[in-house]
């Protein structure tokens, strides 16, 4: 957040990074990741291998996108990146929200 404020942009690249060398413990086998956010890059590092770590130290992980998916992979958009490491679902409003809800049961 404090990076955002002082640039005006934020990096999935630097907040993962962070996490995990804040919180190396806070991902298990018994824990889930879930990530909300639009997956745009600004052209940053996308920190892969870090993602990659983290998927796998959790029992499950996804990603919700409140972009939608005609959107996904155009400009800075590091969906299909992100994608390939975790589900990756549009989720633009509640119904989409219970949706994803629903097929985790």
């Avoid at 086998?29 to 052209?43: E, F, H």
């Avoid at 029992?59 to 969906?79: C, F, K, M, V």
Wanted: net charge neutral.
């Amino acid at each position: 957040a404090q990076h955002a404020t002082l640039w005006g942009r934020t990096s999935y690249g630097r907040a993962f990074t962070r996490f995990a060398e804040q919180h190396p413990d806070a991902l298990t086998p018994k824990t889930n990741l879930l990530v909300l956010g639009d997956a745009r890059s600004n052209y940053s590092d996308l920190a892969l291998p870090v993602v990659r770590d983290l998927v796998h130290q959790a029992r499950h992980a996804w990603w919700l996108n409140p972009e939608a998916t005609r959107h996904w992979d155009t400009g800075d958009s590091a969906a299909k990146d992100y994608g390939a490491l975790m589900p990756m679902v549009e989720c633009r409003n509640l119904v989409q929200l219970g949706q994803f809800v629903q097929d985790l049961a």
